[in-house]
C-alpha cells in the first residue's frame, strides 16, 4: 500500500512538472516563434507581444472589408488555471475593464473550449450578452496549458486605433467566469491597438 501511495504521489508530481514546463514554454515565446495548429490554418498580418499575463495578440485588419471593417485575431493567453479563462475585449470609450465588449474562453464541463461574448458594465456580476461589435466567427482551443480565442469582429469604418483590455481567471462557477484577481499585472493589462500599421515580425505593446 505504501508503495502504491509513492508511485502515486511520484505520477502527480511528474504530471504537474510536465504541465508547468509546457505553460513556461508556451509564455516564454515570442508571438512571431509562435505556430498554429493545422487546426486552425491561421495567418496573421500582425502580432503583439502585450506586456502582462503572458499574453499575445495576433492580428489583421482588413480597411476594404464590406460593408464594414473587420478585425480577425487570435489571442494567446494562459489562464490561472485549467479550469479557468481568459479574455479579450475592446472597450469603445476607455482603457478599462468597465465598458468592455468582452470575448471569454473557457473550458465547459465536457472539455470543450468555449467563447462567449460579454458586455462588462460592472466587477459585480456579468451575464453573458450581445456586445457592440458584430461577432463574424468565434472559436477556441486549449492546448498545453494555454488558451486561444479566434475570432473575426466587425468594427466602424474609419476606426485607428482601439482600447484593448485582456484577462485571465482562475475559475468557472456554473458557466460564469469568476472575478480575476487584483494583483499589478492584471490591473495593468490595457493598452492601445493600433490598426492600420502592418508589421513585419512582432512588435511590443506599447
Not at 10 to 19: R, T
Not at 179 to 194: I, Y
Request: hydrophobic residues 45%.
Amino acid at each position: 500500500m505504501a508503495s502504491s501511495l509513492r508511485f502515486a504521489s511520484s505520477l502527480l508530481l511528474l504530471i504537474a512538472a510536465v504541465s508547468l514546463l509546457l505553460v513556461s514554454s508556451a509564455i516564454s515565446q515570442t508571438c512571431k516563434s509562435q505556430k498554429f495548429g493545422t487546426q486552425s490554418n491561421a495567418t496573421f498580418a500582425n502580432c503583439v507581444d502585450l506586456p502582462t499575463l503572458g499574453a499575445f495578440l495576433h492580428y489583421t485588419y482588413d480597411s476594404s472589408a464590406a460593408p464594414n471593417p473587420t478585425l480577425t485575431l487570435a489571442f494567446i493567453a494562459p489562464p490561472v488555471s485549467p479550469d479557468g479563462w481568459v479574455a479579450w475585449a475592446v472597450n469603445p470609450t476607455a482603457p478599462a475593464m468597465a465598458g468592455a465588449q468582452a470575448l471569454v474562453a473557457f473550458r465547459e464541463a465536457n472539455g470543450s473550449a468555449v467563447v462567449k461574448t460579454y458586455n462588462i458594465k460592472s466587477y459585480r456580476s456579468i451575464a453573458v450578452s450581445p456586445i457592440a461589435y458584430e461577432v463574424l466567427s468565434r472559436r477556441a482551443e486549449f492546448s498545453g496549458g494555454v488558451m486561444t480565442i479566434f475570432a473575426t469582429l466587425e468594427l466602424p469604418a474609419g476606426v485607428a486605433e482601439l482600447n484593448q483590455v485582456w484577462q485571465v481567471g482562475a475559475s468557472v462557477r456554473n458557466g460564469v467566469p469568476v472575478v480575476h484577481a487584483f494583483g499589478l499585472e492584471n490591473l495593468s493589462s490595457t493598452g492601445t491597438l493600433r490598426l492600420e500599421v502592418l508589421v513585419t515580425g512582432h512588435q511590443l505593446q506599447r
